[in-house]
């Protein structure tokens, strides 16, 4: 069974900087697509980046793409999200998902890490 993990969340100071990543396991771990996405209180869920196991056709949403970078390594089955330059308005829970048994809907999904970012 797929299982995703999350890691790498935690409290800092506007301007500062985090490093999400999401360690995928679980039979052959060969996801189409796999992105963060974020979900604030009282916010809806929103997708912050994706990117693919096979290619370079990465995705932020506005919001972040001055900021934000998502990465991966395939030997270690692994996605990070580079996150610098911190607002309060990036304080939500950040949650990793992957595209694996259907391309375009996000099937799995890991149990989230905080991010929490005070002015």
């Known amino acids: 069974q797929v299982r995703l993990v999350e890691s790498g969340g935690g409290s800092v100071q506007a301007g500062g900087s985090l490093r999400l990543s999401c360690v995928g396991s679980?039979?052959?771990?060969?996801?189409?697509?796999m992105g963060w996405f974020r979900q604030a209180p009282g916010k809806q869920r929103e997708i912050v980046a994706g990117?693919?196991?096979?290619?370079?056709?990465?995705y932020l949403v506005d919001s972040v793409k001055d900021r934000f970078s998502i990465s991966k390594d395939k030997v270690k089955n692994t996605i990070s999200l580079q996150m610098n330059n911190l607002e309060p308005e990036d304080t939500a829970m950040y949650y990793c998902?992957?595209?694996?048994?259907?391309?375009?809907?996000?099937?799995?999904w890991g149990r989230g890490t905080q991010v929490t970012v005070s002015s």
């Open positions: 990117i693919p196991w096979i290619g370079d056709a990465i």
């Open positions: 679980g039979g052959a771990f060969r996801p189409h697509v």
């Open positions: 998902a992957a595209q694996i048994e259907r391309i375009g809907t996000y099937d799995y």
